[in-house]
Nanobody, 123 residues
Framework: QVQLVESGGGLVQAGGSLRLSCAAS????????MGWFRQAPGKEREFVAA????????YYGDSVKGRFTISRDNAKNTVYLQMNSLKPEDTAVYYC????????????????WGQGTQVTVSS
């Protein structure tokens, strides 16, 4: 089993910044990639960013490129999402997810999910 716990969400004004954290525990040693997704009310879950635990490239959704940065701390089994220049359309519940085999932007291919953290950007 794997447990993923997100934190760092909140209310911020447009143009501001937030940093989300995702602490992973349990059977994570054989996992390959971590991703961040978001879901706004009435919308489908959207890919935000992903990376692999062993380094390599980071991957971003088109709507967040140049504003968000995904990073990791392997020693802490934690993945971060630094969000800058936030916009009202970034308002959503943000989820982290773990995938055992490779990277993917498809939510349905991830094996474990956190409970989500709310990010609200006011205009």
């Amino acid at each position: 089993q794997v447990q993923l716990v997100e934190s760092g969400g909140g209310l911020v004004q447009a143009g501001g910044s937030l940093r989300l954290s995702c602490a992973a525990s349990g059977r994570t040693f054989s996992s390959d990639a971590m991703g961040w997704f978001r879901q706004a009310p009435g919308k489908e879950r959207e890919f935000v960013a992903a990376l692999k635990w062993n380094g390599g490239n980071q991957y971003y959704g088109d709507s967040v490129k140049g504003r968000f940065t995904i990073s990791r701390d392997n020693a802490k089994n934690t993945v971060y999402l630094q969000m800058n220049s936030l916009k009202p359309e970034d308002t959503a519940v943000y989820y982290c997810a773990l995938r055992y085999l490779g990277y993917s932007g498809y939510a349905g291919s991830y094996d474990y999910w956190g409970q989500g953290t709310q990010v609200t950007v006011s205009s």
